[in-house]
């Protein structure tokens, strides 16, 4: 009978960009339990939203989170905007469908770049960041920022996309879409990468629903949903299938992820052919009333907006469900039985991002 | 069987291995070779906010529009300012501009170690007839502290007085 011990992971790790932190219970190498504790990055920025008025407030909900800050920015819209009754002109849905999966394009090969970096592959993560860059300035030549965009307003976005800019944004996602088929080869059929990957940190479809995950981390385990076909923005328009695997290991998850990069850049495209012209907002006037709930699907999940309007500038209440926040119960059952040298990598498959959920 | 394909690999990976070493050698590099050679901003980028003083009429729009209140406007004392730290650059203040003079710069905010403050005053018009006075000014509001060669320097002229 070996012993036990407890060995505290986080907040400050190597692996980790943001603070996590976790208990974990050893038997010699093996976790037998994991305990989460999160809390160390609360910002409070739901409560906020008692002292923004409404408009002013999707400027604090993309600020939520630097990665997935244009979907923040949009789900909140969104939520607003049902409440209002605004229907928003198409083009501004087409506009909000390509930075969103533009989004999750630069999202992915971030979180590839973490992942080739926690298993010591650093030319791996140089080569991912770099694809990564083009995204970036990307999104500097058509929003004016790079990390937070500012783009989204209530009734609309608040600057268009020239046709020629849409077709050089295609131009190069397909230029860059042969690049990712060579790096994608290196995370998928490379020994050293499978060896660390394949057969680690499973989850059952069953366990994927009884624990409530999201995203790719619950699409890995054979469950097909994807928020995106809820039809927000201009995705009802746009043919996809769900990307999943049956497998359920970090390999499937990386499998997943890599695919849906290649499905984003044919969503873009798709969206890049049918954009229709016209105006990108309409005016609107008055103050929110009643609640909605409002779901989007996010790089790493499905995030929920519920908003609770009272008539007046001020919302009674805003409250925002994180992808991660819902992914942690399926963290800390795949944690159960690994050895402590695969934690980082385990931690890195559900793509955390804590600020998101601190907010 | 199991050797030829052992070569076969071998021969695979090390054509793939030239290939990569033919690329990096003759590919231009990834970064730019920052700061000679100078990083050219696209038209949209978001750096800071401009402003021409003299076609500002006070309305005061840009400041109520303000998510995080950082300009503010007197019109009575035809004063213009801005918190340069408290500016998020979402641009809505250039956008209700009735009068088109305030402006996204692609240069961005210099660090500091304090919040400075930027405020413009707008000098009036002469009168016709009247000499030209000077016209716009900008200044911050807290007036940055003396270096120490200043320092030194205003001891020595006091010094000699």
Redesign the interface.
Known sequence: MSTRSVVPFGPQHPVLPEPIHLDLVLEDERVVEAIPSIGFIHRGLEKLVEK?DFI?YV?VAERICGICSFMHGMGYCEAIEHTMGIEIPDRAKYLRTIWSEMSRIHSHMLWLGLLADAFGFESLFMESW?MR?KILDMF??????RV?F?VNKIGGQ??DMPDDMIADFVHILEGMEKELKAMSNTFLNDYAVKSRLEGVGYLTKQQAHDLGAVGPFMRASGINLDTRKTGYAAYANLEFEPIISTVGDSYARTDIRIREIYQSIDLIRQAAAKIPSGDVAVPFKGNPTGEYLMRVEQPRGEAIYYVKGNGTKNLDRMRVRTPTFANIPGLVETLKGCQLADVPILILTIDPCISCTER | MHQLHGKVNLTMSILSFSKTVFHNLFSKP?TRNYPQVPRI??E???GQIGIKIDDCIFCGICSRKC??GAIAVVRETKNWSIKRFGC????ECV?VCPKKCLT?LQTYTAPNATKTVEEYIQILKPAPGEPPRQTAAAKPAAAPEQTPAQKAAAAADTSKE
């Open positions: 923004k002013e400027y770099r860059e500097e030549y058509s929003t004016g920022g937070i500012s608040r600057k | 990834a901003y696209p949209r980028t978001r998510p995080t998020i650059q979402c641009g956008g996204m």
